[in-house]
C-alpha cells in the first residue's frame, strides 16, 4: 500500500510551494522581520495549498531555532507537523464543517487559556472556516480580538464572504489562487520523473487541464494514471479513455471534414461520438479548445509554441495546416457557432440533436465563404456594357427621320465605382446582385433600391425589419443618410444599439450588401420637420373611408393664426379624419369654440375685400366629436326629441336666464301655433352603442365596432 501522491509531495517550507508567491513572499518576510500576527485568514479554491500553507507557518513559528521562514526539520516540532509526522500538541487542527456551534467555541476557548505544552505558541488552525455558525463566531469574537500572547489562529475557507465581518477584520487576509498551467505542467513533468514513470506525448497537458489548476486535484489524477499504466508507462489512449477527453485522431477527423466541407465524414465522427458513449458536452468543449488553438496559429504562426505549451511539434505543424484551410476570419465564426451550440446544450434533452445542427450550422459557414470568396474573385463586368447588353441596336436614322436620342440625362464624369464587399454577401451566397450605380451614389439611388434593401434585412433579422419598415429615405450626402420614422417607438428602437448590434447595424448591413456603402445615420421622427430639400410626409390614411382634405399652403407674407396652428397639431396626433366645416351660409350661430385640444374649429383668415365666398376652414375630429355642435340647417336625419321646422309659422322659443322655457310665444313674429314635436324615429339595432356614437355616425357615417379591456402595464409586460 503506498501513500498518494499529494500527501508524499506536500510542501514543508514556503520555498516548496508552487504558483503561490502573493502569500509566501508576504510571509517569509513577516517571519524574517518578527511582525507576525496573532490571526491570519487563508482563503482561496480547494485543493490551492491553504491548509498546507497554515502547517507551514505553524513549523515555522514553533521551530526551535525559530521564528524563522524557514523550518529546520529537525527538532521535535519541525518533525511531528512534517509529512510522516502524528502532529503536535501544541497544534490544534478543527475541522469546522462538524464543530462550528456555540459550544465548540466555548471548548476552544477554555482550552486556549491554557499555556502550550512544550513549544512556543498554541496554535489553532480552522479549516473550513465559512462553515461557523454566526453565534459560534460571536463566541469566538473576543478571543481573536485579544487573545493570549500564547495564542495564534489561522482560519482557512474557500468562501471568505461567509465569515463574520468582525472576525475577518481582525485578522490578515491572504488569497490563494489556482496554480497557472505553465507551473503546473513544469511540476508535474519533474515529479514523473522523480517516480521514474514513463508518459506519452500529450497526456501530462490532459492531467493539468482535468485538474483545473488544483495541484491536490492534478496530483490525484496523476496518481490514478500511474496505478492503471502497465510497464510504467502512462499510455495516451488510456488517459484519454479515462479523463473523459476526445481523442486526438477524432478531433483531426472532424476539423479535416469540417475545413473539406465533407459532410458525410464529419457526421460520421458525430456518430461515433455518440456511439463511444463520450458525452456531447465534453466533445464540443473539446472542439472548442481546438479552435481556440487553431486560431492562435494561425495569428502568431510559428510562435505559437511558447503559447500552446505541451504541445509537440509534430501536433503544432498538423493544425498549422488545419488553420490554413480555414483561415482566421472563417474560425472566428465557427468558434461563434459553437460558443452559442455550447451555451444551448446546457439542459438540453436532446444533446445530439443540438450536436448534429451544430455540425449542420458550421458547414454552411464555410460554404457561404467558399461562395462569397468566389464571388468576389469573379471578374464584374463594366456597367456601361451590361446595363445596355440587353437593348437592341438603334437603327440607322433615315433621311426624314432624326437621329434617336438614348437619354436626356448628363453623362456622368466620375468614374464608375464598384461596390465594396460586405459581410452580408459572404452569409448569404443566394442574395440577388444588384448592378452597380455608374457615378456617386444619390438619394435616388437608395430609394430605388430601399425595397431590395428592406428584402435583404428581412434575410438578416425579422425584428429590425419591422422597425425599419416605418422609415422614409430623405437624403444621402455622402456616407450619412437621413431617416424619416412615422413611430416614435420604431425611432426609439431604431437607434438602441448593444455591442455592435440591434437594427441600425442590421440595416447598415443590409445597405453595404446592396449598394456597397457603409452608411452613417441621421434618424428624426416625421413630426420633427423635414430636412433640407425634402418633401413633407403624406399625411396617414383617414379612418371610416373619409377623405382628408389637404390645407392650402399660404404664401411667405401670410402666417397661420393660433387657431390654425392648433388644428394641424390636433391633427399630427389624431387618428380621425380631418373633416370641412360648413361654409358662413349654413354655420351656426349658437356654435362656440371649445377650449378643449380635441376639435379645435378654425376661424376664417380675414378679408378686407369680400367679393368671393372664403373657402371652408378644417377641425380635427377626435374621438369625443359632441363638442363641436352640429348646425340645425344641414341635412341630417332627425333624431330622438328633435323639434321640426314648419313652412310659415315657425315657433320661437323664448329663454330664461335659468334655462326654463316659457309659456308664450313671440307674437310679433305671427306665431300662432305651438312647435310641432316629432315622433322618435325607431332605430335599427346593430349593436352596442356608446355615449358620442351618434355624432360620431351623423357626421363621418362610422358606426361602432368593438372594444378592447385596457390593463395597466406591469413590470413584466
Not at 132 to 159: C, M, R, S, W, Y
Not at 393 to 413: C, I, K, L
Not at 460 to 482: F, K, N, P, Q, Y
Not at 554 to 559: H, I, M
Amino acid at each position: 500500500m503506498t501513500t498518494a501522491l499529494y500527501r508524499r509531495y506536500r510542501p514543508e517550507a514556503f520555498g516548496e510551494m508552487i504558483g503561490q508567491s502573493q502569500v509566501t513572499e508576504p510571509l517569509m518576510t513577516a517571519l524574517r522581520g518578527d511582525r507576525v500576527g496573532h490571526a491570519y485568514l487563508f482563503s482561496g479554491p480547494r485543493g490551492c495549498g491553504k491548509t498546507t500553507s497554515a502547517r507551514i507557518l505553524a513549523r515555522c513559528l514553533n521551530c526551535a531555532q525559530g521564528p524563522t521562514d524557514t523550518p529546520c526539520g529537525t527538532c521535535d516540532s519541525c518533525v511531528e507537523l512534517g509529512r510522516g509526522g502524528g502532529g503536535s500538541l501544541d497544534v490544534v487542527e478543527i475541522d469546522a464543517a462538524s464543530h462550528n456551534g456555540v459550544d465548540d467555541a466555548r471548548d476552544l476557548r477554555e482550552r486556549a487559556v491554557f499555556a502550550p505544552a512544550r513549544d512556543r505558541y498554541k496554535i489553532f488552525i480552522l479549516d473550513e472556516a465559512h462553515m461557523v455558525t454566526q453565534q459560534g463566531f460571536n463566541a469566538l469574537l473576543k478571543l481573536v480580538e485579544e487573545p493570549p500572547d500564547h495564542v495564534k489562529f489561522i482560519f482557512a475557507t474557500t468562501e471568505p464572504e461567509k465569515v463574520l465581518g468582525t472576525i475577518r477584520s481582525r485578522t490578515h487576509h491572504y488569497p490563494f489562487r489556482l496554480v497557472p498551467p505553465a507551473a503546473m505542467l513544469d511540476y508535474v513533468a519533474q515529479l514523473c520523473e522523480s517516480e521514474g514513470v514513463q508518459v506519452e506525448a500529450g497526456v501530462l497537458p490532459l492531467v493539468v487541464r482535468a485538474g483545473g489548476g488544483s495541484p491536490r486535484d492534478t496530483l490525484s489524477l496523476l496518481d490514478q494514471l500511474i496505478a492503471g499504466s502497465e510497464g510504467g508507462v502512462v499510455a495516451y489512449d488510456r488517459a484519454v479513455a479515462l479523463l473523459g477527453y476526445t481523442p486526438g485522431a477524432l478531433l483531426d477527423e472532424i476539423v479535416d471534414a469540417l475545413g473539406g466541407g465533407d459532410a458525410a465524414s464529419a457526421f460520421a465522427a458525430v456518430d461515433r461520438v455518440v456511439q463511444t458513449g463520450q458525452d456531447p458536452r465534453r466533445f464540443v468543449e473539446d472542439l472548442l479548445e481546438r479552435l481556440r488553438d487553431l486560431i492562435v496559429i494561425a495569428a502568431v504562426g510559428r510562435g505559437a509554441t511558447a503559447v500552446l505549451r505541451g504541445v509537440s511539434e509534430e501536433e503544432i505543424e498538423r493544425m498549422s495546416r488545419q488553420a490554413t484551410t480555414f483561415g482566421a476570419s472563417l474560425l472566428s465564426r465557427i468558434a461563434d457557432v459553437v460558443v452559442a451550440a455550447l451555451d444551448e446544450m446546457s439542459g438540453a434533452t436532446s444533446p445530439r440533436l443540438q450536436l448534429e445542427l451544430m455540425i449542420a450550422r458550421v458547414l454552411t459557414q464555410g460554404e457561404a465563404a467558399v461562395s462569397g470568396v468566389a464571388a468576389a474573385a469573379a471578374p464584374a463586368a463594366p456597367p456601361a456594357t451590361s446595363a445596355r447588353a440587353s437593348e437592341p441596336a438603334p437603327a440607322p436614322a433615315g433621311p426624314s427621320e432624326p437621329a434617336p436620342v438614348r437619354s436626356s440625362e448628363p453623362v456622368p464624369a466620375t468614374e464608375p465605382t464598384a461596390p465594396v464587399a460586405s459581410a452580408a454577401a459572404v452569409t448569404d451566397p443566394v442574395a440577388p446582385v444588384r448592378a452597380a450605380p455608374t457615378g456617386p451614389l444619390t438619394t435616388e439611388h437608395v430609394r430605388d433600391a430601399w425595397t431590395e434593401v428592406l428584402a435583404r434585412l428581412e434575410t438578416i433579422d425579422r425584428t429590425s425589419w419591422l422597425v425599419a419598415s416605418s422609415a422614409r429615405v430623405v437624403s444621402l450626402e455622402g456616407d450619412v443618410l437621413t431617416l424619416a420614422f412615422t413611430s416614435q417607438t420604431d425611432l426609439a428602437a431604431f437607434k438602441k444599439r448593444t455591442a455592435g448590434a440591434g437594427p441600425s447595424e442590421d440595416l447598415r448591413q443590409a445597405i453595404s450588401g446592396v449598394l456597397g456603402i457603409r452608411v452613417k445615420y441621421i434618424a428624426r421622427h416625421e413630426g420633427d420637420g423635414p430636412a433640407d430639400g425634402a418633401s413633407a410626409p403624406e399625411p396617414p390614411a383617414p379612418r371610416g373611408g373619409v377623405a382628408a382634405t389637404p390645407p392650402s399652403r399660404t404664401s411667405g407674407s401670410e402666417r397661420p393664426t393660433p387657431a390654425r396652428a392648433s388644428a394641424a397639431a390636433a391633427a399630427s396626433v389624431t387618428d380621425w379624419a380631418v373633416a370641412p366645416i360648413p361654409g358662413d351660409d349654413e354655420a351656426p350661430s349658437g356654435v362656440e369654440a371649445s377650449a378643449a385640444p380635441r376639435a379645435v374649429v378654425a376661424p376664417p383668415a380675414p378679408q378686407p375685400i369680400a367679393p368671393e365666398p372664403v373657402a371652408p376652414a378644417q377641425f380635427a375630429v377626435d374621438d369625443e366629436p359632441e363638442d363641436a355642435v352640429p348646425t340645425p340647417d344641414r341635412d341630417l336625419p332627425p333624431r330622438d326629441g328633435d323639434v321640426l321646422p314648419s313652412t310659415a309659422t315657425t315657433p320661437s322659443v323664448a329663454v330664461d336666464e335659468d334655462d326654463d322655457v316659457d309659456d308664450e310665444f313671440d307674437t310679433d313674429a305671427g306665431v300662432g301655433a305651438p312647435p310641432v314635436i316629432a315622433p322618435p324615429t325607431p332605430r335599427v339595432a346593430t349593436g352596442p352603442e356608446r355615449y358620442g356614437e351618434a355624432v360620431v355616425r351623423q357626421l363621418l357615417d362610422a358606426r361602432f365596432v368593438g372594444e378592447e379591456p385596457y390593463s395597466a402595464p406591469t413590470r413584466f409586460a
